[in-house]
């Protein structure tokens, strides 16, 4: 049994995704859905409920009563057989936590788009991205996830926790490939930029190839994905087990024909760095109280210091062991950038 979700791009212009869900026997009392009240490595509440602007459900082809009762929960009327759930939601949150659409760029976390049906929890998920290049305006547009790809614009993953813990990025990007200890990583670099890509993949091949080895070896996953986003000025990271997504400034991105390394392209390597230490530490090794999410409320933990401190302190000291700093580059860096 599958949970299957189907998403289009509606309209870019006034940032409205539409979404359908189609559930093969749902509750026979009433199927309650939920959608999550916070994303894993963003510690707010963040309501992301408030952007679905519409929402309707049918079975058989015939509409049925939904009614949200609560900040984050619909209850369906009582059907049999099959349930889908037709709706729209709004995305214009330029951060790496929501989802964001216009005629440059469309990104979402699960958390944002995908309503999860009660009871559903270990229920197997396909996912069908409705092809861009049927939109005419979208021009050369791409799309990239590190979800398991079924077929085009087709994926599957095992239950919807892990659904979520996957970004999904649709742009006219630049796309970076490398290799380290053996594994595939990936990189989308969306927005205006310069940047010297083949240093960029040469210094992170270096980082990448560090980390594993610091954690002797042993990979929690089978290819990594860096999605970035490239503006005038801006800054924003969020940590997934096989992906992660960036927000940076242009003046960060290394620039050709510029051999030394200013500190804002230290930043950028460290921001890097960072991201990619939480495959292991948080996203695998983590406070228990992380083990089973409840993404309805707060999940307290006293904990954070270890995780995001030591990887604060790491993904900086990391840049010296590999020499890509030498000793007064990252003392200078560390003064000027405290964690
Ligand atoms: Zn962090």
């Known amino acids: 049994m599958s949970i299957q979700y189907m998403v289009a791009i ?3 212009h006034a940032h409205i995704f539409k979404v359908v869900l189609t559930l093969k026997n749902p509750n026979s009392l009433g199927q309650v859905f939920s959608l999550p009240n916070w994303i894993p490595g963003s510690y707010l509440i963040r309501d992301f409920a408030k952007n679905i602007i519409s929402i309707k459900a049918k079975s058989h082809h015939h509409q049925i009563p939904i009614k949200k009762f609560d900040k984050n929960h619909w209850i369906t009327y009582p059907c049999e057989n099959v349930l889908s759930i037709e709706y729209e939601v709004y995305a214009f949150d330029l951060s790496v936590r929501s989802a964001y659409l216009d005629n440059e760029r469309a990104f979402f976390n ?8 009660l009871g559903f929890e270990s229920d197997l998920c396909e996912l069908n991205i409705k092809s861009t290049n049927q939109n005419q305006t979208l021009g050369n547009w791409s799309c ?17 926790q892990n659904l979520i813990d996957h970004p999904v990025e649709m742009a006219d990007f630049t796309r ?4 380290a200890r053996g594994i595939s990583h990936k990189r989308a670099i969306t927005g205006k930029h310069n940047a010297d890509i083949k240093r960029l993949a ?11 080895d610091f954690f002797n070896g042993a990979i929690p996953f089978d290819e990594s994905l860096f999605l970035t986003l490239v503006r005038t000025n801006a800054y924003g990271e969020l940590e997934h087990k096989n992906s992660s997504s960036l927000i940076c400034s242009r003046k960060e991105m290394p620039v050709l024909n510029e051999h030394n390394i200013i500190p804002e392209y230290t930043r950028f ?8 230490f939480h495959a292991w530490w948080t996203k695998t090794i983590k406070p228990a109280s992380f083990h089973q999410l409840d993404l309805n409320t707060e999940s ?3 904990q954070l210091w270890i995780f995001e401190g030591f990887t604060s302190y790491y993904d900086e000291l990391s840049l010296l062991r590999t020499q ?13 950038n405290p964690p």
Do not use: R, W
């Open 10 to 12: 509606k309209d870019t």
């Open 269 to 276: 390597l460290a921001l890097c760095s960072h991201e990619y």
């Open 176 to 179: 970076l490939e490398f290799d």
């Open 202 to 212: 040469k210094d992170l091949v270096i980082i990448c190839t560090h980390h594993i």
């Open 110 to 117: 699960g958390s944002s788009l995908f309503l999860l049906p």
């Open 144 to 160: 990239v996830t590190g979800l398991t790809t079924l077929s085009n614009m087709n994926f599957i993953v095992h239950n919807y």
């Open 324 to 336: 890509i700093l030498t000793p007064k580059q990252y003392l200078t860096f560390f003064a000027q």
């Open 300 to 302: 307290y933990t006293q």
